[in-house]
């Protein structure tokens, strides 16, 4: 039947027909978060090993979204040479199904290590004077290596055959085998998104509610930690839910077998599967947020010296920016401990 064959042209891994150019903007898009993220986190990863020695800071959940962050933008090229010759996706499996597994590998640490640190400012704040589990947690890399384990556990069934284009659901002869290898793939996404973003909301409105009814004294400390949750929500709100809702609505026109909704869903879900990559560009506004110290250390390292006082002074006040030395070349410097 006609949609049959319409259907099948959708589900390859050709780009639909007259949006050649659309897509070629797409990937100009990826080259500029490559460009720009690559040395980003360089520059992020280089302050945390060399300048910030994150494994003395409690700041080890830091470096694993720095290692996530890589991850994802060793896979632009790929996406970018793709996307220039009018390919959504690999005619390789042994291409396709890698891709696919290293994006899921991602997204599924990028979002468990920044949940973990607003679940750490939730407890620091709210249940103050409690035992907070979550800071024994980033003070062991132990537990990194353990959450990549289980993500990579939860990962790898996904690839266990052949992946038509990274395609799910709506296939021309659905199977046992393929329904439920689709499925589980995409349980895994929808997951991994929705329950943290649950998780990240109610952390923000307890944080809030507790600076409400805080003195005066106290809200510095709680406008930290609300800014530093803000921020994930900003990432949450930009790169993952956007791409959730249209992997949704794509399903299920592919599923309903609607073929002119398809070709429009197919569109908006690979323009916001781009706008989801800039998470390699946002995450640093979370380390920045979340660790004084480590402002501190990226301004003193990188900035030019007319903005540099300017800078440490909106982050620890004049005296304190006045007070504080900076290393520089062989020079040996202390900067003041400030409050995370």
């Not at 599967?273 to 004084?292: I, K, Q």
């Not at 480590?294 to 300017?310: Q, R």
Request: proline share 4%.
């Amino acid at each position: 039947m006609w949609w049959k064959r319409e259907m099948a042209e959708l589900t390859n891994c050709k780009t639909p027909n007259n949006t050649t150019s659309i897509y070629q903007v797409l990937s100009w898009v990826m080259a500029g978060e490559f460009i720009l993220g690559l040395p980003l986190n360089l520059s992020v990863l280089y302050i945390l090993v060399f300048r910030f020695k994150f494994w003395k800071n409690n700041c080890v959940f830091l470096f694993n979204i720095v290692l996530a962050d890589f991850l994802l933008v060793a896979c632009l090229p790929i996406r970018i040479y793709q996307y220039q010759n009018n390919l959504r996706g690999s005619e390789e499996p042994k291409v396709c199904g890698p891709l696919l597994f290293v994006r899921l590998f991602n997204r599924g640490a990028n979002i468990v290590f920044l949940i973990m640190m607003s679940l750490d400012r939730y407890f620091s704040v709210v249940h103050l004077g409690r035992k907070n589990c979550v800071k024994i947690f980033k003070q062991s890399p132990l537990i990194s290596v353990i959450i990549w384990v289980m993500l990579l556990l939860l990962t790898t069934p996904t690839m266990i055959r052949r992946v038509d284009c990274c395609n799910s659901c709506g296939r021309e002869k659905p199977t046992l085998p393929n329904m439920l290898t689709d499925s589980f793939r995409e349980i895994i996404f929808f997951s991994q998104i929705v329950i943290p973003y649950i998780i990240l909301i109610y952390c923000t409105a307890r944080i809030v509610s507790r600076l409400r009814r805080k003195t005066i004294g106290e809200k510095a400390k709680l406008r930290r930690a609300v800014f530093a949750v803000v921020s994930v929500a900003i990432v949450f709100s930009i790169c993952f839910l956007p791409c959730t809702i249209a992997r949704a609505a794509l399903l299920i026109v592919r599923v309903k077998e609607w073929t002119q909704e398809v070709k429009v869903a197919v569109q908006v879900y690979d323009a916001l599967m781009v706008l989801s990559y800039a998470e390699c560009l946002l995450d640093p506004l979370v380390y920045f947020f979340c660790n004084s110290e480590f402002k501190v250390a990226y301004i003193s390292t990188f900035f030019p010296p007319f903005l540099k006082k300017k800078l440490l002074e909106s982050v620890s006040g004049p005296s304190t920016a006045t007070a504080t030395t900076l290393t520089s070349g062989a020079k040996s410097i202390s900067l003041q401990i400030l409050d995370k």
